[in-house]
């Protein structure tokens, strides 16, 4: 007789959102680290990963002390930027972070990203109207620390 025993498995969600937050930890900006993982909607590939840091080849370090203007690439743009899916692909985000108004515009036009889950919220939430404006769902999960 065989016994069977349920394992509890973590969501897709809390899996890529771990990821991202793993990714942050190569984050060089000092105020904020950030990461991203761009998904296909099966959640069975990786299509990008982004964190945010300066321009590759430039020092790894912010340019200017500034809060918001430290002159770092957002994690959200670098994903954008690693991305080679065509539009076509549906896609999902998962941030750490709620994206930025900025970076919200980028993963529009990144095309048809469908989710965008995210942990913590960013100091400005004008992102999430203009998302769902546009038919994208955005949903804030809690990980375990």
């Known amino acids: ?35 991203t993982v761009i998904t296909t909607t099966d959640y069975r590939k990786v299509l990008a990963v982004g964190y945010n840091g300066n321009a590759t080849g430039l020092h790894n370090g912010c340019d200017r002390e500034e809060p918001g203007n430290c002159g770092c690439l957002h994690s959200e743009e670098n994903a954008v930027i690693n991305c080679d899916a065509p539009r076509a692909t549906e896609k999902v985000a998962f941030v750490t972070h709620l994206p930025c108004v900025a970076c919200a515009k980028r993963l529009i036009n990144l095309g048809n990203v469908r989710k965008i889950f995210y942990c913590h919220d960013y100091r400005v939430r004008d992102s999430i109207q203009i998302l769902k404006s546009v038919g994208i769902e955005v949903h804030q999960l809690e990980l375990p620390r």
Do not use: D, H, N, W
């Not at 969600?13 to 680290?33: D, G, H, N, V």
């Open 1 to 35: 007789m065989t016994e069977s025993f349920l394992v509890e498995r973590p969501s897709f969600e809390s899996i890529y959102l771990t990821l991202a937050r793993t990714l942050s930890a190569r984050s060089t900006c000092k105020r904020l680290q950030v990461g």
